[in-house]
């Protein structure tokens, strides 16, 4: 009896590792709850943590820093979603121009640094919307 106990005490635990650290669903109910990530949400997330890694040094102080930290997080996520072929959506500066025209006049900023706002605030967003065009297109460069 003592045999079949500990035999039934390490099947569950091969099971659980199995589970755990193969990554595999032994439910059969894997698809249901989990969405399949895009190649623009996959490429978003790497180039996001990416920016966040390369900007950890800097601890800003002053609100110029504070700018300078924005400016460095969206430099290196346009360069980085580049080297995976992800440029400015054409539809996407369309749609902001008189977002920013209008921003432009009620803050009275320029219109190219409310643009640059909607820019940073809509460069994170990697989910399409029926509301407005995603502001990254795949684009690749080689083919032209």
């Given amino acids: 009896m003592l045999k079949f106990i500990i035999l039934a005490v390490l099947l569950c635990v091969a099971v659980w590792g199995v589970n755990y650290f193969g990554d595999t669903d032994l439910s059969g109910a894997s698809g249901q709850g989990k969405q399949q990530m895009t190649a ?18 800097f601890m800003p ?23 995976r072929h992800f440029y400015q959506n054409p539809a996407w500066l369309k749609y902001a121009e008189p977002i920013a025209a209008r921003i432009s006049s009620e803050q009275r900023i ?3 640094e409310a643009t640059e706002n909607l820019k940073r605030t809509d460069m994170l967003v990697f989910e399409a919307t029926s ?13 032209q």
């Fill in 131 to 143: 509301s407005k065009p995603v502001y990254w297109q795949y684009l690749n460069k080689a083919d």
């Fill in 110 to 112: 320029s219109a190219d």
């Fill in 40 to 57: 623009l949400a996959k490429a978003g997330d790497e180039c996001v943590a990416i920016s966040e890694k390369a900007t950890a040094h």
């Fill in 61 to 83: 102080k002053l609100e110029f820093q504070r700018l300078e930290l924005a400016g460095r997080k969206a430099n290196v996520v346009v360069r980085c979603m580049a080297d």
